[in-house]
């Protein structure tokens, strides 16, 4: 295959993925249902971790996972299913209530739960506390075609986490023909610019700030040194 169709067959795909709305369905290892999918009562499930709370310690503590994944994330699915209860909406996943919810000019509530309970899902399920320390096959080769190295997007995603001002997030995502990192506030998502999100990092301050306080910087090396999951986010790719 020559440079140019290897080219088209990336863009081709990445618009397929976002454009069809299967943009995550390559996450079928998020569990064995749809992590992003409602259940047969309409309602959305809060995913179990796919590890113990004390696992990812100590780059990330039990203390941390027990607030942000046990009250936090969980807070977020608890009022995104009474709203969408109380509002009679039927949904079949987070993405299509959250892309729904930020055109309407009373969506802000909701959208905020919704694509909350989506981005911090893609966060837990993102992280692992004995995966690969470096990505391999295809998305290394993406890697080095988009930013010149591992080093060089560590580095790109390193900065887009500390410079957010505020609560937000850091994602590295598909976009047309190549990989892209890119920041978002508060609970905005890649998806509503037609980005196909591969990997997340939380930085709003319940994410770290009982292990290391105004220290967004170290968390960050540790999440990205120690607690990526490589194989998932290439996963995510494709």
Not at 8 to 27: E, Q
Not at 160 to 168: D, E, I, K, L, R
Request: include cysteine; aromatic fraction near 12%; hydrophobic fraction near 45%.
């Amino acid at each position: 295959m020559t440079q140019a169709q290897n080219s088209l067959s990336r863009r081709s795909f990445c618009k397929y993925a976002v454009g069809a709305g299967v943009a995550l369905a390559s996450l079928s290892a998020l569990s064995s249902v749809a992590a992003f999918a409602a259940g047969p009562a309409g309602g959305f499930a809060l995913p179990p971790l796919p590890y113990a709370e004390n696992a990812l310690a100590p780059h990330i503590s039990a203390n941390t996972v027990g607030f942000h994944y046990g009250k936090h994330t969980k807070a977020y699915y608890d009022t995104v299913n009474k709203m969408i209860a109380e509002q009679g909406r039927a949904a079949d996943s987070l993405e299509a209530v959250f892309l729904e919810a930020a055109g309407r000019p009373d969506g802000a509530a909701l959208f905020n739960n919704a694509a909350q309970a989506f981005n911090h899902t893609f966060y837990w399920k993102g992280l692992t506390p004995g995966g690969p320390k470096a990505p391999g096959g295809k998305l290394a080769s993406w890697i080095d075609q988009s930013f010149g190295g591992f080093d060089a997007l560590k580095k790109e995603l390193t900065a887009a986490a500390v410079s957010q001002f505020g609560s937000g997030w850091a994602w590295l995502v598909c976009e047309g023909d190549r990989l892209r990192v890119v920041k978002t506030s508060n609970a905005e998502n890649p998806l509503q610019k037609e980005q196909k999100p591969l990997l997340t990092i939380d930085v709003w301050e319940h994410a770290y700030y009982l292990d290391y306080q105004n220290r967004r910087p170290d968390y960050v090396k540790a999440v990205l040194d120690n607690l990526v999951n490589w194989d998932l986010v290439a996963a995510n790719l494709g």
